[in-house]
């Protein structure tokens, strides 16, 4: 499979990808650089694709690329997580897919109705999911860490982006702060978005710094490509082999 990994420059973050007669997907409109023997792909997406793409943020379309040689996809003041599902299924918060093994099944997943107006996310709030063997990249607004609920645990946040995924079997609803609306009210928080277990969540609480300068600002931390890192050299090139 694809080797992936995650570099730090400059203040910004992006991740490499070596293949090697491998296949890998990604967001559209992240792709940065590649170099080597690498052919890119981008399929004309089903009606009912499209339909989908136009009620969320999600992409219609997300490219192929296949071969051998190096791609590096564009930086981030946010930040990067890579997971390796072992043919289990992930739900992924809207708008932090990045990139994955062919092998893994990208599709889109609809939240239910009561959490996505709850959580002012309107009628319909689409996600992706994610299922198969092999990585999965995420982009985060910060440091990210995995955390492993038992059956019966909770974990609540009040914003979005603090969950970016979570496994299948987690219950995810949103709620009111506190059991009356006067302490809920009292409280200050709108809602709660609050994920049960058995399973598995990854958390991002706190952001980087540029990433917070830039949700002041009103803008998501991976939409700010601020260094496109150069081509990186061919394999043989790095070696010192002529």
């Not at 499209?50 to 690329?65: N, Q």
């Not at 093994?101 to 239910?112: F, K, L, N, P, T």
């Not at 009561?114 to 959580?119: G, I, S, T």
């Amino acid at each position: 499979m694809a080797q992936f990994s995650v570099v730090e420059d400059e203040g910004v973050r992006f991740v490499r990808i070596r293949l090697d007669d491998d296949s890998v997907r990604i967001e559209a409109g992240a792709l940065a650089a590649y170099h080597g023997r690498i052919a890119l792909q981008a399929s004309i997406p089903s009606v009912g694709t499209m339909v989908t793409a136009s009620l969320s943020e999600e992409r219609a379309v997300r490219p192929l690329l296949t071969g051998t040689g190096d791609v590096v996809l564009e930086s981030s003041v946010g930040g990067f997580h890579i997971m390796e599902l072992r043919g289990e299924s992930w739900i992924i918060e809207r708008g932090a897919y990045w990139a994955s093994d062919d092998e893994i099944q990208v599709s889109a997943y609809r939240e239910r109705m009561l959490n996505a107006l709850w959580a002012g996310d309107g009628f319909i709030d689409f996600c992706t999911r994610v299922k198969g063997a092999g990585r999965v990249v995420l982009t985060a607004r910060g440091p990210t860490r995995e955390v492993e609920l038992a059956a019966g645990e909770t974990f609540a946040a009040e914003g979005k982006g603090v969950v970016i995924a979570r496994s299948a079997e987690v219950t995810y609803r949103v709620r009111r702060p506190a059991r009356s609306l006067i302490g809920s009210w009292l409280s200050g928080e709108r809602a709660l978005r609050v994920f049960t277990g058995p399973g598995r969540i990854v958390v991002a609480p706190r952001p980087y710094w540029g990433a917070f300068m830039l949700e002041k600002l009103g803008a998501r931390p991976e939409a700010a490509n601020a260094l496109r890192p150069p081509a990186p050299k061919p394999e043989h090139e790095r070696a010192g082999v002529a």
